[in-house]
Nanobody
Framework: QVQLVESGGGLVQTGGSLRLSCAAS????????MGWFRQAPGKQREVVAT????????YYVDSVKDRFTISRDNAKNTVYLQMNSLKPEDTAVYYC??????????????????WGQGTQVTASS
C-alpha cells in the first residue's frame, strides 16, 4: 500500500522551530522527487520546498528561503523539513508529496500524485 505519513507539526511561538518528517512506504523512495506543500485557511495550496531523488537538488519558495531546509534520507525512506524562524504567516496544514522523477526537479503541484494526510503547523505571536 502506497502511503506517506507526516509527523512533527504543532504549535510554536513566533521565531521558534519545528522539524517535519514524512515517512514513505509502498514505493521505491529513491525514484521519487519529494515535496512539501502547505495550505493556509482560505488560501490555495502552495509549494514550500522540493528535493530531487538523490538529494543533490532542491527548490524553495521565496518566502521560506534561508529559514527552511528540505532534506531526505533514502535509507530511511524519509523526507524532512526543518523550519526555523517561524512566522505567523507560516501557519498552515503542511503536506508531503511524491513525484516519480528519475531526472529533473518537479516544483509544481500537478507534478505530484502521491500525497500525505497533512500535519498542522501553527506559529503564534
Amino acid at each position: 500500500q502506497v502511503q506517506l505519513v507526516e509527523s512533527g507539526g504543532g504549535l510554536v511561538q513566533t521565531g521558534g522551530s519545528l522539524r517535519l518528517s514524512c515517512a514513505a512506504s509502498g514505493i521505491t523512495f529513491s525514484n521519487y522527487a519529494m515535496g512539501w506543500f502547505r495550505q493556509a485557511p482560505g488560501k490555495q495550496r502552495e509549494v514550500v520546498a522540493t528535493i530531487g531523488r538523490t538529494g543533490n537538488r532542491s527548490y524553495y519558495v521565496d518566502s521560506v528561503k534561508d529559514r527552511f531546509t528540505i532534506s531526505r534520507d533514502n535509507a530511511k525512506n524519509t523526507v524532512y523539513l526543518q523550519m526555523n524562524s517561524l512566522k505567523p504567516e507560516d501557519t498552515a496544514v503542511y503536506y508531503c508529496a511524491a513525484s516519480f522523477a528519475l531526472s529533473g526537479l518537479p516544483v509544481k503541484e500537478y507534478d505530484y500524485n502521491i500525497w500525505g494526510q497533512g500535519t498542522q503547523v501553527t506559529a503564534s505571536s
